[in-house]
């Protein structure tokens, strides 16, 4: 086609001002008559070959105002703002929408566990928020195609939550979380009708939120669920363990490795609570996993910091809510753990100055009696005696003898307490006649370091308790092992009359006693003696070498052979501690939980095993 023909095709569609020129006036009628000539099909062509005036137009308005949408009243493609580049892609087998450099639609699948709540970390400004997965190298990952570039904040979150998952897999306790079947709310009727209550949910679990762990508060209101019944068939047997050879398991660790040694450490008399401290200052309160397994094993209940406070002893109370905890100081604390009180005692009036330090007590097995190891004075120590609801001076018991008190234990049925010097003699003292009943010497002792009582005897009257076995360690590391019971059924022939003993002209204790059993398994001083709730079994550990822990079955007081092995994480041992199975209940498919045994560490572990 040639340039006249084109530029009479402009003409048809731009005609010029009317003039009165007769020259003009012909030029135009040639056009017009060239442009009728043509079929319709033929000024198409052109018209898309070559373009029109008004498309050129169109074309410079959008370039000097990009702002303003220009329409066409033919109707337009939508492709003649782009440029060449943006009008080819790389085919990847998805949709065109995917692969636009424009922002990705967002999922509205979740799959994090639903919440009464929305989560602390979501933010309305993520929406408007543009991020750029093809700028940064490291964001690359996250694309689903190749050409993927720009999504908004809330999908960045959702992709970043699956790329740590990818890395780190979800725990158990999760899986265990979202498998949790939804439950249907129903009404009740009541005082408030408005109150919804879950079907298929117990009246135990009303108020608690599976699968966190109940609040202290709850937990100690609801003791009684806690602890197993002692009705139904087998409860009331009292459960024998073999001699020699020891089922035991470990459970789970005590999660977190405190800051210090496990100076202290106990278990709750009657609930599964751990109590555990030393001197970073900090008491801890797990709680001990029952059956079934809980999603997160062995919780932190709650912890409490006394700064300056380096804790040497802590203890339940076993009646009521209270733990009692002390120092190398002139005062100790007790924390009530159902009101949050922490209650400071300072002095014991009228002897403080012979309670320079309050690090060592033992409460009474029925909660009444706190004893308190004064300071060591020549010739002896003492002991005093407060009340452990009023914190009132009662009695003080005064120990001749060198090198002061060792160690100290109260009777089982809180009457009395049977305490050990560090030259080996034994005395018994009785609360009820504010006197000492008896009074007899450890065979061989060489710096004795500690002392424990466990088990329990038949015998009805019976004069310096109700307790069968009486364990003495030394410096040595041997452990001397006494059966009471004997004694008892067996009194001396002939004994040596008491000073203080006023009602009675004998001693019911031999004054040079042989051993039932001398263990000498321990080559170490001996730092802990434990008997097992039901007198079976004897833990004995020194903290000066690593791994020295051995296990005595009663009454045989053999060692067990099998446990522990040369691959039994230990450490140096700094706390030693029993809950019988009453506590801490059966574990469904496994058997009966005859004990559970808690060993702390220097390092600030705690490790835990049940003996079946």
């Known amino acids: ?108 699948e979740d799959d994090t566990f639903p919440s009464r709540h929305p989560p602390a970390w979501e933010d309305s400004d993520d929406e408007r928020m543009l991020v750029s997965l093809a700028s940064a190298p490291r964001l690359r990952k996250l ?117 210090s040694a496990i100076t202290s450490l106990s278990f709750h008399p009657q609930l599964p609570l751990l109590l555990s401290s030393g001197p970073s200052s900090t008491l801890y309160l797990h709680q001990i996993a029952s059956s079934p397994p809980a999603p997160s094993p062995n919780p932190l209940l709650t912890s409490l910091h006394l700064r300056g406070t380096a804790l040497t002893t802590t203890a339940f109370h076993p009646h009521d809510s209270r733990i009692f905890l002390s120092a190398r100081r002139r005062y100790f604390h007790i924390w009530d753990l159902q009101t949050g009180r922490i209650e400071k005692v300072t002095r014991v009036y009228g002897h403080q100055h012979e309670q320079r330090s309050m690090e060592r007590f033992k409460l009474s097995p029925d909660g009444n009696y706190m004893a308190l190891l004064g300071s060591a004075r020549k010739g002896g120590a003492v002991l005093n005696l407060l009340s452990a609801s009023t914190l009132q001076w009662i009695s003080q018991v005064r120990i001749e003898g060198r ?43 060489v710096g004795t370091t500690t002392l424990a009582l466990g088990g329990q005897h038949e015998l009805v009257k019976a004069s310096i308790g109700h307790d069968r076995w009486v364990a003495v360690g030394s410096s040595s590391g041997i452990v001397n092992l006494y059966d009471r019971r004997k004694w008892l059924e067996h009194p001396p022939a ?60 009663l009454p045989s007081c053999t060692v067990f052979k099998n446990w522990p092995t040369s691959a039994t994480p230990l450490g140096r041992i700094t706390g030693v501690a029993f809950a019988g199975g009453e506590v801490v209940g059966e574990r469904e498919g496994n058997g009966a939980v005859h004990s559970v045994l808690a060993v702390g560490n220097e390092q600030g572990k705690i490790r835990v095993w049940e003996i079946r």
């Open 494 to 553: 002939s004994t040596t009359p008491l000073p203080s003993a006023a009602e009675s002209n004998a001693q019911p204790v031999p004054a040079h006693p042989k051993p039932t059993r001398v263990l000498e398994h321990l080559t170490t001083p001996t730092s802990h003696l434990t008997f097992s709730p039901d007198g079976q079994i004897l833990a004995m550990a020194s903290k000066w070498q690593r791994d020295a822990l051995r296990l005595v079955h």
């Open 143 to 259: 694309r689903r195609t190749e050409a993927e570039d720009v999504i908004d904040g809330k999908e960045y979150t959702k992709r970043l939550r699956r790329q740590f998952e990818v890395l780190h897999p979800r725990p158990e306790w999760a899986h265990y979380a979202l498998q949790q079947p939804a439950r249907k709310k129903r009404r009740i009727s009541g005082p408030n009708d408005s109150e919804d209550v879950e079907e298929g949910a117990s009246d135990d679990e009303m108020d608690v939120d599976l699968p966190t762990v109940a609040p202290l508060s709850k937990l100690l209101q609801d003791a009684e669920s806690l602890v197993r019944s002692s009705s139904g068939p087998g409860r009331g047997k009292k459960r024998k363990l073999r001699p020699e050879v020891l089922d035991i398991q470990r459970m789970k660790d005590i999660p977190g490795t405190q800051p």
């Open 403 to 445: 090198g002061g008190i060792a160690d100290f234990a109260w009777w089982r049925n809180s009457q009395g307490l049977c305490i050990a010097s560090k030259s080996g003699e034994i005395t018994e003292w009785s609360v009820m006649s504010q006197s000492t009943v008896a009074q007899w010497q450890d065979e061989g002792a």
């Open 1 to 108: 086609m040639s340039g006249k023909k084109a530029r009479a095709a402009v003409a048809v569609q731009q005609p010029t001002p009317p003039t009165h020129d007769d020259d003009d006036e012909s030029d135009v009628d040639i056009v017009v008559d060239g442009a009728e000539g043509k079929a319709d099909a033929e000024l198409e062509l052109e018209r898309l070959v070559f373009g029109d005036s008004a498309a050129f137009r169109a074309g410079l308005a959008e370039l000097v105002q990009p702002e303003e949408e220009s329409v066409d009243a033919e109707g337009t493609t939508g492709y003649e703002g782009l440029d060449d580049a943006d009008l080819f892609f790389v085919d990847t087998g998805v949709t065109d929408d995917a692969t636009r450099p424009t922002v990705a639609a967002t999922s509205d």
